[in-house]
């Protein structure tokens, strides 16, 4: 199991899985939008993972990670802002 954390294939299999259910959601009526505001902030989140795991220089973790942020506010914002 070692080599498929070192080579960061378990990530791609989360990714896979990710994609899976993206497609999953799209059938059952929600927007590729809504679809993408949730799905984003973990895409970028197991990106920075997988640069983490294959030992990538720290750009390549750090910039996911910091636009992860601002993707899962925009989610909360179109989840929540809209109650008044």
Do not use: C
Not at 7 to 13: E, L, M, R, Y
Not at 30 to 45: E, G, K, N, Q, W
Not at 46 to 69: E, H, K, N, T, Y
């Amino acid at each position: 199991m070692e080599w498929l954390f070192a080579s960061g294939h378990a990530v791609d299999i989360v990714l896979a899985v990710l994609a899976i259910e993206a497609i999953w959601l799209r059938t059952k009526g929600r927007s590729a939008m809504d679809i993408a505001l949730l799905m984003l902030p973990a895409v970028a989140i197991l990106l920075a993972l997988r640069a983490a795991l294959v030992g990538a220089d720290w750009p390549w973790i750090a910039v996911p990670l910091a636009l992860s942020f601002p993707v899962h506010l925009a989610d909360l914002k179109s989840r929540f802002g809209k109650r008044d």
